[in-house]
């Protein structure tokens, strides 16, 4: 059983068609890229995926672990292991992040049938996630994403998915506005969480985050469908030849 | 006209039972031989008297209609009553509380209160045995601060000054823990008011904390409320004002703050409870360099009726106040934000800050927020701001996808939103019981199960 399925998703946002048939098989594991022009449905897939409300689904479905993703609500989804780090991370003035983090942790817990977890345990755990994603101590008291620059909010994003261990992670064009320093520290906090039975999903425009986060397949997405797939040599030919290139949606995989 | 007419009608009759209730004070009021509190109490009274209760036309009560008010006659609640047991006001003590005096319906009462232990020069008294004992202390201060021509809530309190609290910090002293004023409404069979009033002074270099709580335990009543707070030199006061009292209840407060040369004063209102509560606040700083920070929370549901009226004046150069009052509302109730600053000529380098945020939780709540500028200094720096909205949908998503059920998602904005409040209050017993209450009451008016934790930063990392 593959970790996540994907079967002819269309999807409609406000009147507009945006995914017009996508077809993804993800296994444990592996890690796959999404890449393709501005527009060309990307993120809606991701938003989907993590369960956004205001996207209508008009036909296929969503596999995840076997189960039904769609009939799931957001926090149903994030607690049967599937995460997303958002594109735009929401700031959330008067909620600490350690306090949101750990509110997360136990929630997902609570959901396995685990044990809470208290302040006490838990700081240990989080200080040693925080130290492999170069942050200060001080994104602990501080409101969550408030006055984050960039760079902090997207590895404040990959610190969550550290925390919440899920099994299957979607990065939502994680590397946009990152310089190069931060680009390497969310790759290293990714790689580090490779394993046989976690995926991810990289979502990007560009070819640069995948010389630091290598995935074993990528597909090309062109106005909502998937018009090719192929090895990480896929993405160097993107970066030198461009969308264009790819073809029409005629040539879907 | 008509409509007119009865109003009027009302006023008038209204009027007569609070002038009963005045000739009936005069005959045995404590203090009736000190002729400066009988002049002040007849200053009051007939002044009162001459304006009647405000109206919608009144600019400053152009939000607030008190026609519940006017038509209800209140009477008198003074004499011969029955004190609540010990255990009634159990749930309503605050732990770690220096002293807690209770007031029953305005009238100090010794059997319910516990003095505690007091540092040597922290004086915690009733307003009525000062007045008995030490009068030129009272006289030196009661009634020189609040200016009740501004407002007939503050006339009618004058009229009926009788009984509050009294406290006196000594200079150079600090009294650490809260001194915790709890006032607290008791049922009669007559709709009843009481006027407690309040002179609290601290005097230079001196440290304090006071807390005024208002409860009820059922039964219509208005409080109307007066506070004289006298900021010295140098001193620092945290007062806080909570209003938890039960949907048949009215309050009015007033509390004017007057600081001294580099006095630093911290206003903290947390509103709650109450049918209708106007509450005012009003810090002169009249001397240079003079801080004073007016914090505020109000949360209303049902038909609940929260009128914030707030009055900065600037009258010394270099001093700073900041404003920050955030309001949720739910079901049918009405919020109204008054902000208002006034610089003086001579208050140069005045730097005046208001912010008023509102989230309005139904489709049904409502807010007006009114700032409102007068600056007649030309080196200041004055801002204010003012929003309305909902809870952002985009946080919920973000909170969700982390695995946070939605109730618990909305309970954690709304508490963050509280928390802008809670976050300028000083850690001490008096922010904590004051926060153990927010939560239960957000709770409560959002109809989300209530959790112990709470999301501030301050909280969870040590």
Known sequence: MSLLEIKNLHVNVGGNEIL?????????????????????????????????????????????????????????AACEGLFLAFQYPVEIPGVSNAYFLRSALNAVRKYRGQDEMDAMDFLPKLREKMKLLEMDE?????????????????????????????KLGILDETDSGLDIDALRIVASGVNAMRSPDRAFLVVT???????????????????????????????????????????????AV | MGAG?????????????????????????????????????????????????????????????????????????RNGHGLPTAKQMEPFRMAGAACTLVFVDGRFAPALSSLGKLPRGVAVSSLASELAKNPAAVEAHLGRYLNFQRDPFCALNTAFIEDGAYIHIAKSVVAEAPIHLLYVSTPHDFPAVSHPRNLIVAEENSQATIVEDYVSLGGAALCNTVTELVAAEHSVVSHYMIEREDA???????????????????????????????????????????????????????????????????????CGSRQFYNGILAGRAHGVFHGRIIVHKDAQKTDAKQTNRNLLLSDTAQIDTKPQLEIYADDVKCTHGATIGQIEEDALFYLRS?????????????????????????????????????????????????????????????
């Open chain 1, 138 to 166: 001080k994104f602990l008291n501080r409101s969550v994403n408030e006055a984050f620059s960039g760079g902090e909010k997207k590895r404040n994003e990959i610190l969550q998915m550290a925390v919440l261990e899920p």
């Open chain 2, 248 to 318: 048949q209840a009215f309050n009015i407060s007033t509390l004017r703050i007057q600081l001294g040369r580099a006095a630093d004063v911290a206003s903290h209102s947390v509103l709650m409870g109450a049918a209708l509560v106007r509450n005012n606040v009003h810090p002169v700083l009249a001397g240079e360099g003079g801080e004073c920070l007016i914090n505020g929370l109000f949360v209303g549901g049902d038909r609940q009726h929260l009128d914030n009226y707030m009055l900065v004046e600037h009258a010394s150069p270099r």
């Open chain 2, 402 to 462: 982390r695995g946070i059920d939605q109730a618990s998602a909305r309970r954690l904005l709304l508490m963050a939103f509280a928390n802008e409040c809670l976050d300028r209050m000083k850690d001490g017993p008096a922010r904590t019981h004051v926060e153990s209450l927010i939560q239960s009451y957000v709770a409560e008016v959002t109809g989300i199960a209530a959790n112990q934790a709470s999301p501030a930063a301050a909280g969870e990392v040590k």
């Open chain 2, 5 to 77: 007419n009865v109003a009027s009608a009302t006023q008038t009759q209204s009027l007569e039972t609070y002038a009963e209730g005045f000739s009936g004070l005069e005959k045995d009021a404590v203090g009736r031989e000190l002729p400066w509190l009988r002049k002040l109490r007849q200053d009051g009274f007939d002044r009162f008297n001459a304006v009647g209760f405000p109206t919608l036309r009144d600019e400053d009560w152009r939000f607030t209609s008190l026609a519940a008010i006017v038509q209800t006659p209140f009477r008198l609640a």
């Open chain 1, 20 to 76: 017009k048939g996508v077809n993804l098989t993800v296994d444990a594991g592996q890690v796959h890229s999404i890449m393709g022009p501005n527009g060309s449905g990307k993120s809606t897939l991701a938003q989907v995926l993590a369960r956004r409300e205001n996207y209508n689904v008009t036909d296929g479905e969503v596999l995840f672990n076997g189960k039904d993703l769609l009939a799931m609500k957001a926090e149903d």
């Open chain 1, 205 to 251: 425009h560009y070819q640069r985050l995948l010389h630091y986060i290598v995935p074993d397949r990528v597909h090309v997405l062109v106005d909502g469908r998937i018009v090719r797939s192929g090895g990480p040599e896929l993405a160097l030919q993107l970066e030198e030849t461009g969308y264009a290139t790819v073809g029409s949606a005629a040539g």
